[in-house]
């Protein structure tokens, strides 16, 4: 008698963007399952799954927003309760990565705490990770099984195309993001520019510009706002070289205070971030526009599902 296994996909989100947990199932075309999460008195979470994961293929949504301890927490877990519970496969998915900035050692006697979470994720029973934008491509090699990497740049790009009338100059913020604007800046046909500055004290002074862009609608592009202060510098200076118009896109919109304040008395005319994470009522501003990546990450987990090419869906621009 030959028997053939039937594969079963399970999506559960944590209580950090449920939101985006159920964007994701409708994209699927899946039913959000219950993970039944509480807390304790005293702070501690638990969690048990409603219907069985034995032999299924489970897929646990949890972005590391603020509290970022305690989402992390959250995610770790619903794993470590789904591979109790003899789920097939755990991929944990994380569209915005915490401590990803940690992710060397700028000084002496400095933890790498990006590679800790990867190494926790690990522990806890998750066998591969998804995630949007990494703040550094070197995240992937932290942990030991697959990392499906990609970027935000598709829905960013469609909305420069719908919005955007004149041909626009892509900028970098800082050299270190010049790879990700040339990217798009290539596939818009547009120009390309990059700020450079300088950090001092905790506070950023731009210097200048490397591109013409005098006269030009000039589009800020980074992997992530926090407190704005790079963002606002970069704006400043384009300006003071001329630019017509500013607008900041960004795939994680931490906005970390005083970030919304930041926005809303900068030059810049307007700020398009995605739903990686939850933006709060009180930070939502008449300039903040936020558009969803929900389509890219359920097109990613259906493909770790069918065990198709994830990279295919990017063009084979999903790592770096």
């Known amino acids: 008698m030959e028997l053939i296994p039937k594969k079963r996909l399970e999506l559960y989100s944590g209580s950090a963007h449920p939101q985006l947990g159920h964007d994701i199932a409708g994209h699927l075309g899946v039913e959000l399952g219950e993970p039944n999460l509480k807390r304790f008195a005293n702070g501690e979470i638990h969690c048990r799954y409603n219907e069985s994961v034995r032999g299924t293929d489970v897929f646990i949504v949890q972005t590391h927003a603020d509290p970022v301890n305690d989402s992390i927490m959250e995610q770790l877990i619903m794993i470590d309760a789904a591979k109790r519970a003899s789920a097939k496969r755990i991929t944990a998915v994380c569209p915005y990565y915490g401590y990803s900035r940690q992710d060397r050692k700028a000084e002496g006697r400095e933890p790498i705490t990006a590679k800790l ?70 596939h818009l046909d547009a120009d390309l520019a990059a700020v450079y500055k300088r950090r001092a004290s905790g506070e950023v ?40 118009e500013v607008w900041a896109m960004a795939t994680h919109g931490v906005l970390s205070d005083p970030a919304t304040d930041r926005l809303k008395n900068s030059q810049i005319s307007r700020v398009v971030i995605t739903d990686t ?44």
């Not at 389509?295 to 990017?314: G, Q």
């Open 277 to 320: 994470l939850p933006l709060p009522t009180e930070k939502q501003i008449d300039k903040i526009e936020v558009v969803s990546v929900a389509k890219l990450i359920a097109d990613a987990i259906d493909a770790v599902f069918e065990d198709t090419s994830v990279s295919e869906l990017f063009g084979g621009e999903n790592q770096g």
């Open 117 to 186: 979470v990867s190494d926790m994720l690990a522990a806890a029973g998750a066998d591969r990770i998804v995630s949007v934008d990494l703040h550094s491509g070197q995240i992937q090699g932290f942990f030991d099984g697959p990392v499906d990497h990609f970027y935000a740049m598709p829905v960013l790009e469609a909305c420069i195309r719908e919005e955007v009338e004149t041909a626009p100059v892509i900028v970098a913020p800082d050299t270190g993001r010049v790879k990700a604007a040339e990217r798009l800046a290539r």
């Open 205 to 244: 002074k731009a210097l200048g510009v490397m591109g013409d862009v005098a006269g030009r609608h000039c589009i800020l592009v980074d992997d992530m706002i926090d407190t704005a202060g790079t963002i606002v510098a970069a704006a400043d200076v384009l300006l003071s070289q001329g630019a017509s």
